[in-house]
């Protein structure tokens, strides 16, 4: 009854990293086109059922696994040191805003 050996197991670790993700660090986005999210979302799935199919299912979780060192480098060391924001709670506001190019001004009317 459970097989996991196809593509959709690699479907279905993506699916819920980015799920959690979405949960959890969504507040992060709030301005980023709804568009972008589903397209990252959709490229992270590509890349990751090409890896598995042409280099194995291994290779496609190390892959996913390596990601956390970008995330370290800038989440630890990039936004802190270079930039004055806080990497993981994004504060202060406006620094984090200004460095993504959104509008500061969230509640104004349109």
Request: charged share 20%; with cysteine.
């Amino acid at each position: 009854m459970w097989a996991t050996d196809s593509l959709w197991f690699e479907i279905a670790v993506v699916s819920v990293i980015f799920a959690i993700g979405n949960m959890v660090f969504g507040h992060f986005e709030e301005q980023t086109p709804k568009w972008r999210r589903v397209g990252k979302f959709i490229l992270f799935l590509v890349i990751t059922c090409l890896i598995s199919t042409y280099a194995g299912r291994s290779a496609a979780m190390i892959t996913l696994g390596c990601l956390i060192i970008p995330l370290l480098y800038i989440h630890g060391y990039y936004l802190p040191q270079k930039k004055g924001i806080n990497g993981w709670t994004g504060e202060p506001k406006s620094r984090y805003y200004d460095f993504r190019g959104w509008d500061k001004n969230v509640f104004k009317e349109k």
